[in-house]
C-alpha cells in the first residue's frame, strides 16, 4: 500500500523530511479493523514525532487523526462490520493514518458522524478525546457540574481549546474565560462560544480579575511553564490544573499552599497501556459523533489541503510548526 512517514529526524524544510514509500498492508489483530482512510488531520504529535522520535528501523507512518471505511474486521470484533464508516485517533505506538489503510482497535474508534465528509470529520478524534478526557476524567465533572465555576483556557484557538471550549459550554455550567491574541484568533474563540476572552499576551493576572472570577479549573494547552505564576495567582484553592504541552521543568511546590491538584492528558494512554477502560474512547466518540449530527457542536476545521502527499503533508507540517494555525487543517486521503 501507499504510505508517507519519515526516515530520520530533523527539521520540515529537509528535502527528505517526509519520503513516500511501499508499505505492507497491516495485519489484524483479534480487535482491529482494517480502515480504508479517506480523511486525516494535522496535530501537534505528528510534528512532535517526525522531529523528536527516530524510527528504529525503515520509516515510520506518521498520523494520528483518521476517518475511513472499515474494509475487514479481525476475528474477536463486536462493534462494527464492513463498510460502517468511522473515526478516531489511533494508537502512537502503531502505524499512523498517513497511508491508505491502517489497522486500529476497535475500542478507540467511534461512528463517523453523518452530517460531515471524511476529511472534516477526521478534524475530531484526537481533540475531542483529549478535551473530553480534561474535563470529566482530569477534573471529575459529570455533564451539567459547574453551576458557579469558572474554567481557564489558554490557548483556546487551537483544536483542543476549540472543542474544549465548546463542551465546557455545552454539556457544563462553567463559565468559559479562554485566551487568544491576534483579531481572527479573539473572533475564532468567540464563534466557538467563549463567555470571556482575554490575550494572553498580556498579564492573565490584570485580565481575570477584572473580570471578577476566580477559575476553579485551569486548562493549560499552550506555554505552560511561562504562564504558571499567573496560574497560581488566579486559581480557587484546591482548584485543578490540568495540562497538555511539554515544559522543561515545573515547580509546582509553591502550589502546596492552595492544596491545587495537577494532572497531565495525553490521550494515547488508554489504547497505549491496554488500560481495562480502553472503552470509553469509543464511547465518547460515538457521543461526540453525536453531538456533531444534533447541531450542538460545530466543526473546528478551518482549512483542507487537499488529497495526501508528500507536498500536502509537508505544508500541513509547516502550518502546525507556525504555532499560529487555527482549529484544524485536515487533508483528503488517497482514497477520496
Request: proline content about 5%; cysteine-free; glycine content about 10%.
Amino acid at each position: 500500500m501507499k504510505a508517507i512517514g519519515h526516515r530520520k529526524t530533523g527539521p520540515i524544510t529537509a528535502p527528505d523530511a517526509l519520503v513516500a514509500f511501499e508499505a505492507e498492508k497491516p495485519e489484524l489483530r483479534p480487535r482491529d479493523l482494517l480502515v480504508e482512510v479517506r480523511g486525516i488531520s494535522m496535530n501537534p504529535v505528528d510534528v512532535k514525532v517526525r522531529a523528536n522520535r527516530a524510527p528504529e528501523k525503515g520509516a515510520r507512518i506518521l498520523g494520528y487523526d483518521a476517518a475511513g471505511v472499515v474494509r475487514e474486521v479481525g476475528g474477536e470484533v463486536s462493534r462494527f462490520r464492513v463498510g460502517d464508516e468511522v473515526f478516531y485517533a489511533g494508537d502512537i505506538t502503531r502505524p499512523g493514518t498517513n497511508a491508505e489503510f491502517q489497522a486500529v482497535d476497535e475500542r478507540i474508534v467511534g461512528r463517523k458522524p453523518q452530517s460531515l465528509g471524511f476529511a472534516e470529520s477526521a478534524g475530531f478524534p484526537l481533540t475531542s478525546i483529549t478535551a473530553w478526557e480534561m474535563l470529566f476524567d482530569s477534573f471529575a465533572l459529570r455533564e451539567g457540574d459547574g453551576n458557579g465555576e469558572s474554567i481557564l483556557i489558554i490557548g483556546g484557538a487551537g483544536g483542543v481549546g476549540s472543542i474544549l471550549i465548546q463542551l465546557a459550554r455545552k454539556l457544563t455550567k462553567l463559565t468559559v474565560i479562554a485566551t487568544a491574541s491576534r483579531p481572527e484568533t479573539v473572533e475564532w474563540v468567540q464563534r466557538m462560544g467563549a463567555d470571556h476572552v482575554i490575550n494572553h499576551r498580556k498579564s492573565l493576572v490584570d485580565q481575570v480579575k477584572a473580570l471578577k472570577l476566580v477559575p476553579r479549573y485551569v486548562a493549560s494547552l499552550t506555554g505552560t511553564d511561562g504562564h504558571f505564576p499567573a496560574i497560581l495567582d488566579l486559581i480557587k484553592p484546591r482548584g485543578h490544573v490540568a495540562l497538555i504541552d511539554d515544559p522543561k521543568t515545573l515547580d509546582i511546590l509553591p502550589a502546596k499552599m492552595k492544596a491545587l491538584s495537577f494532572s497531565w492528558e495525553f490521550m494515547f494512554a488508554r489504547p497505549m497501556f491496554q488500560m481495562d477502560d480502553i472503552e470509553k474512547q469509543h464511547e465518547l466518540l460515538n457521543r461526540v459523533s453525536a453531538l456533531i449530527d444534533d447541531g450542538t457542536l460545530i466543526s473546528t476545521v478551518t482549512n483542507n489541503l487537499g488529497r495526501m502527499s508528500v507536498e500536502t503533508l509537508v505544508d500541513a507540517h509547516t502550518k502546525q510548526e507556525s504555532g499560529s494555525a487555527i482549529g484544524k487543517n485536515v487533508l483528503d486521503g488517497f482514497y477520496s
